[in-house]
């Protein structure tokens, strides 16, 4: 079993910054693959980023947001800059096994952290 506790969230203007944490524990060896999803009200849960040997984006926040991993702490980090309204929403930290490099279906799941973006 792989525990994931996510922190960070929070309520911020839009063109402000957060940054995300999550922090994994146990058998980790399990999930070399980490990231973020999120799910805004009323839609579906979407990929947002992983990191495994490589990152990887959803295209909507390519370029604003960057992932990145502290092996040591194995503890994963998501910096969100330009936070957009459209950004609201849960983001739930997640692990697993790649797909082609890209976590593509959790085995594992954290608690998730409310974002909100408003003016």
């Known amino acids: 079993q792989v525990k994931l506790v996510g922190s960070g969230g929070g309520k911020v203007q839009p063109g402000d910054s957060l940054r995300l944490s999550c922090a994994a524990s146990?058998?980790?060896?399990?999930?070399?693959?980490m990231g973020w999803f999120r799910q805004a009200p009323g839609k579906e849960r979407e990929f947002v980023a992983s990191?495994?040997?490589?990152?990887h984006y959803a295209d909507s926040v390519k370029g604003r947001f960057t992932i990145s991993k502290d092996n040591e702490k194995n503890t994963i980090y998501l910096q969100m800059d330009s936070l957009k309204p459209e950004d609201t929403a849960v983001y739930y930290c997640?692990?697993?096994?790649?797909?082609?490099?890209?976590?593509?279906?959790?085995?594992?799941w954290g608690q998730g952290t409310q974002v909100t973006v408003s003016s």
């Open positions: 990191i495994a040997w490589g990152a």
């Open positions: 997640a692990a697993g096994t790649p797909v082609q490099g890209i976590l593509m279906r959790p085995s594992y």
């Open positions: 146990g058998r980790t060896f399990t999930a070399p693959a």
